[in-house]
């Protein structure tokens, strides 16, 4: 437990430094992010204790949205004013980014596995075998 | 001194004051999201900032009394944050096939986020700092601050717009992607990572590690490509 938060801290402390110094867009505890996944990768993967204490922290990810979520208490007199613009343009543009979101990657994934698929097609014409025999091993494979 | 002015002064000097109120605020929040058999709409976030704002104006204690611990809990999302490489490294196969669909679900999702948001409170007749400070609201916060500042919105007002954002999209997560007909975990979580950031992302991963680890990566993803694209946008108007 001490050791993974040891860890995780010195990410965000090497992530808050590289944000200051590079003046990258992405915040400390991104940067500490990406840093993390590349120890992960050079390691081959995390300790089993760590992967516990990890998953346990984020299982309550969303108890430390609570107190900037308090925060809004001390806006209300700006909110007040536009409040109903406000909340109607967050709840339908949010609504329209999940969509959105939601229906491009899910096209694009379509079309990137059955280019896949047919070039898997292809070899397997070039080497004689009916074209129709895919083991359907690719979801939104082409042959039905 | 009486007692009941001493417990008062204690209270509002000392952290444990606002650790205990969220602690406790937050398993009512999700006492109450297992009453409604674990639904997003009950939403525990949502809940315990409720009850905390109500509790705190009628005891008529401000904001920065309640920081004093809130503060504490605050600190954690910080390594929170780094330890999302933990679901994002054991999902990097799955990651690695999705990355056409990847990028190109957070430059859609993210443009239209941001767009949309725009469009809409103009229609509504907003003015122009609100139109300014709603434009990075699907954005994490700090890096949505950063932003507004960049472009002249009102930093303080995008965070609420940010707050509200996650928790709209952390509710409308469940419903949503079945009446569209969308049933990937990997499409679910990469596009309310893009809606929601990380309350969206905590909410996926509640119910889903393949969806978290997609819905952290497009915290990262939808940051990075909003910071470079709204102010060049900006610029060009």
């Not at chain 1, 047919?118 to 025999?133: F, I, M, P, Q």
Request: aromatic share 6%; charged share 10%.
């Amino acid at each position: 437990m001490l050791r993974t938060y040891l860890v995780l801290l010195i990410c965000q402390a090497a992530g808050d430094i590289i944000h200051q110094l590079a003046g990258l867009p992405l915040s400390g505890p991104l940067i500490g992010m990406v840093l993390l996944l590349v120890v992960l990768t050079i390691r081959g993967g995390a300790s089993e204790e760590f992967r516990r204490s990890g998953q346990a922290t984020l299982g309550y990810l969303s108890l430390f949205f609570v107190p900037p979520g308090v925060g809004i208490m001390e806006h209300l007199a700006l909110i007040r004013a536009q409040w109903l613009t406000m909340l109607l343009a967050v709840i339908i543009s949010t609504v329209l980014a999940m969509i959105s979101g939601a229906i491009v990657m899910q096209s694009v994934n379509r079309l990137h596995r059955r280019s896949r698929a047919r070039v898997l097609l292809g070899a397997s014409v070039d080497k004689g075998e009916a074209a129709n025999e895919c083991p359907h091993r690719h979801r939104g494979c082409p042959v039905p | 001194m009486n007692a009941l002015t001493a417990t008062a002064a204690v209270l509002s000097h000392n952290p444990v004051f606002g650790v205990v109120v969220t602690l406790a605020a937050y398993e009512a929040g999700c006492w109450i999201q297992r009453r409604c058999g674990g639904s997003p709409l009950a939403n525990p976030v949502l809940i315990s900032v409720v009850l905390i704002i109500f509790g705190l104006e009628t005891c008529q204690i401000s904001y920065d009394v309640y920081l004093r611990g809130g503060s504490l809990i605050r600190f954690l999302l910080g390594p929170a944050t780094v330890a999302l490489a933990l679901p994002i490294y054991s999902n990097a196969a799955r990651i690695r096939e999705a990355a056409p669909g990847i990028l190109a679900g957070v430059t859609g999702g993210g443009t239209v986020a941001c767009a949309s948001a725009v469009g809409i409170a103009w229609l509504l007749g907003a003015p122009p700092e609100l139109l300014r400070s709603i434009a990075p609201k699907s954005v994490t916060t700090p890096i949505a601050i950063g932003i507004s500042e960049q472009i002249n919105g009102l930093p303080s007002l995008t965070s609420v717009l940010v707050i509200t954002s996650g928790i709209v999209g952390a509710m409308l997560s469940g419903r949503l992607y079945e009446w569209i007909g969308v049933r990937d975990w990997e499409v679910r979580g990469l596009a309310t990572g893009i809606a929601a950031h990380g309350i969206g992302t905590a909410q996926m991963l509640s119910v889903n590690e393949t969806a978290g680890a997609f819905a952290g990566l497009a915290i990262g993803l939808t940051g990075l490509f909003t910071a470079i694209l709204l102010p060049v946008v900006m610029l060009l108007l």
